[in-house]
């Protein structure tokens, strides 16, 4: 049976509890109370007796460890210091993010949480586990519902624009609800990527929402990949025919992908192949204006599925006119989730045409 949220913070206190007997420095635990742990906030005592003598710890229990309730515990913490000089303040929460665990640390405090990350450290006892930095406890819609493709629009347009903007104009934008941009506001506040007030919403810390979207990201999805004869100056000319007939043509998305812009705006290799985001009449124009054949190897044309309706909507203007090729955020997406050459390119897209995001390398890819 899975655990309530009030559930998990009561085992963590029993959890932590365990966890300082086992230490060879502890000699004794006092509870001066027992913890009467409500639905979003908890506080509990525990004294711990070492040869150093009696080291009291506050604890503050929250449901969630996203930075903004983890600052909020913090600063209760730091007021109950300062009321009873000595303690020591430690945080509890089913999961406690890496960002949050920062904070607690630049104030001296401590953190406890059931993914199995801690930290207590006081006189005599140092007790550091850094066991993961993926919360075990969120479900796949909680992790994504930001980087949803409509929740994807509004993150766009807020990281296009170094002005605060409101809801209503973000969401006119983007075709999306007002619910949807106050969903998507309360999660980037919660992870104190952007402030919100009279002005409206802004993004304060661009390059750690754009890390952790290509992090989060799977690659598109591959519905065709055929062979053309056609190449060089020529294929440009039915591709730009391709593209005329499109704008007669009743269709939703029609755009070219990856690799394709990224060597249009910013060559970095020389990797050949044409790649596009399209619908069924889409893929239907592709496979007749470049004579497709399909095939399993040897491509050199490959079709994705566009997981957004509205894709164009952030769309770049491309030579020869009408050309138009996927946004730069969403080029990038796409290129760091399809390969180590692909993610060359991103980086150098990035640097070339997106210098505001200082985006460090994927640990794995750099290596």
């Known amino acids: 049976m899975e655990l309530t949220e009030q559930g998990r913070l009561e085992k963590g206190f029993h959890a932590l509890r365990v966890a300082l007997e086992g230490l060879p420095a502890v000699t004794s635990i006092e509870v001066p109370m027992e913890p009467h ?20 710890i506050e604890l503050e229990a929250k449901t969630s460890g996203e930075p903004r309730f983890i600052r909020e515990a913090s600063f209760v913490l730091s007021d109950l210091r300062r009321s009873r ?16 665990r920062a ?15 801690c930290l207590i450290s006081f006189d005599g006892i140092h007790l550091e586990i850094a066991k993961t930095d993926v919360n075990p406890f969120s479900t796949k819609r909680k992790q ?8 994807g629009r509004i993150l766009k347009v807020l990281l296009s624009e170094s002005q605060p903007l409101k809801g209503i104009d973000i969401a006119s934008r983007t075709h999306v609800s007002a619910a949807q941009v106050s969903k998507v506001r309360e999660a980037l506040m919660d992870r104190e990527w952007a402030v919100s007030d009279a002005q409206g919403l802004r993004i304060i810390k661009p390059t750690a929402v754009l890390e952790a979207w290509r992090n989060d990201r799977e690659p598109p999805k591959l519905i065709y990949q055929g062979y053309t004869v056609k190449h060089g100056k020529g294929l440009d000319t039915y591709i730009q025919t391709l593209f005329m007939k499109a704008q007669q043509t009743q269709y939703q998305t029609l755009l070219l992908a990856g ?4 060597r249009r705006i910013a060559p970095y290799s020389r990797m050949t192949g044409e790649y596009f985001y399209a619908d069924s009449r889409g893929v239907e124009l592709i496979q007749n204006f470049l004579y497709l054949e399909r095939v399993d190897d040897g491509a050199n044309v490959f079709i994705y599925q566009p997981d ?7 769309s770049l203007a491309l030579k020869p006119d009408p050309i138009r090729g996927t946004g730069l955020i969403q080029t990038y997406l796409d290129l760091y989730s399809m390969g180590d ?21 994927d640990s794995d890819y750099d290596e």
Do not use: C, H
């Not at 509890?92 to 890496?98: D, E, G, N, R, V």
């Not at 904070?103 to 990350?117: E, T, Y």
């Not at 991103?346 to 070339?352: G, K, P």
């Open 37 to 56: 742990l409500r639905a979003y906030r908890s506080d509990a005592t525990l004294l711990v007796e070492t040869a150093l003598g009696k080291q009291r």
């Open 85 to 100: 000089p000595g303690s020591y303040g430690v945080v509890l929460a089913p999961y406690i993010s890496p960002e949050s």
């Open 103 to 117: 904070i607690l640390r630049g104030q001296g405090q401590g953190w406890f949480d059931l993914a199995g990350n």
């Open 144 to 151: 994504r519902s930001i980087f949803s493709p409509k929740s």
């Open 259 to 262: 690799q394709s812009v990224a």
């Open 308 to 314: 957004d309706e509205m894709l164009s909507l952030d």
């Open 341 to 361: 050459r692909d993610r060359e390119a991103a980086d150098y897209l990035l640097a070339t045409k997106l210098p505001q995001f200082q985006v460090k390398p």
